[in-house]
């Protein structure tokens, strides 16, 4: 009698899936030069996804990225060597806040704990980049609200959030505009997210 006959079922099932993940190689890093050739990829891979979604966009050039890029402020996820996640990073208001921007996972790598890992890396790198600065978000889906949550933001009103002109046009793109020009920019469908790093309590 073979060694595969004395395993049960689930045994089995388990010992193929542990060697699948074993030979399943993630990669999380900090953008540079050699990535600046994904540009199209990802510009295409969040357009498609906003399509889905059905929110608009905010425009983000090949060139805007590549220098975000060239400047070691993104992140990019492989897996298995393939593109599969990336986001960036923004400072606004003199440097006093930072923004994590342009999430995005493609669609077959999702449900992994793959933008997890992505924004766990970009938070770190925010910190390192701008120690003092506090860190928000804009978002309306629910995975970024938990995986915010982890890291230690915490939901607020559009005012504690930077008041530079240049971060708020970048809404002109959503499908929702029209409520936060009606609202005086105080309120939307997006809730705010802010890290404070003097109210850290981890
Ligand atoms: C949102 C997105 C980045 C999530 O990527 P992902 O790799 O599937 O997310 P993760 O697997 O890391 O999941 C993180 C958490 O969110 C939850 N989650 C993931 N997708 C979810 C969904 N559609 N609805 C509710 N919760 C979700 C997961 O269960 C997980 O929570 P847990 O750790 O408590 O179980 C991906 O769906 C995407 O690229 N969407 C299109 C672009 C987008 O919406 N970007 C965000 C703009 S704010």
Known sequence: MCFLCFLRHSELL??????????????????????VAYVPTILQTIENAAKVRGTGIAKRTPEYLEQKIREGKAVVAFMNNEFAGFCYIESWGNKQYVVNSGLIVVDKFRGQGLARKIKEKSFELSRKKYPEAKLFGLTSGSAVMKINTDLGYVPVTFDELTDDEAFWRGCQGCINYDILQRTNRRYCICTGMLYDPKKDKF
Do not use: P, R
């Open 14 to 35: 388990s010992l193929i899936f542990c060697s699948l993940m074993m030979n399943f190689k993630i990669e999380i890093l900090i953008a540079n030069e050699n990535h």
